[in-house]
């Protein structure tokens, strides 16, 4: 059984930074697509950032040059460097995987669409990141 388990999250001021952890378990595919999904509240889902099984990454244009999405596969965690954090990044970050879904993947550039057109398989439970000002 797959799971993706999120933590790191918590509350900083504007300007301060938050690495976001994401251990995963049950996931034994070589070749995958992972990435960070967030959730304002009363706003839609969002893809930041992401990265496949070959470490080739790409980022949402909201978080470019501020986020970094890495992995580290012997432990089999994702993680998310959150840095220059401004109030319009309080949301709620999921983690989520796919084996046989690349359209996060396919680019350097994550446009905005809604996140269920990216058909991940497997989520997290998501972890709350408050940043005030």
């Known amino acids: 059984q797959v799971q993706l388990v999120e933590s790191g999250g918590g509350s900083v001021q504007a300007g301060g930074s938050v690495r976001l952890s994401c251990a995963l378990s049950g996931f034994f595919f070589r070749s995958y697509c992972m990435g960070w999904f967030r959730q304002a509240p009363g706003k839609e889902r969002e893809a930041v950032a992401a990265i496949d099984s070959d470490g080739a990454t790409g980022y949402a244009d909201s978080v470019k040059g501020r986020f970094t999405i890495s992995q580290d596969n012997a432990e089999k965690t994702l993680y998310l460097q959150m840095n220059s954090l401004q109030p319009e990044d309080t949301a709620m970050y999921y983690c989520?995987?796919?084996?046989?879904?690349?359209?996060?993947?396919?680019?350097?550039?994550?446009?905005?669409?809604?996140?269920?057109?990216?058909?991940?398989?497997?989520w997290g439970k998501g972890v709350l990141v408050t940043v005030s000002s």
């Open positions: 989520a995987a796919s084996p046989s879904h690349f359209f996060l993947c396919l680019q350097s550039y994550i446009a905005p669409r809604p996140a269920d057109y990216y058909r991940m398989d497997y």
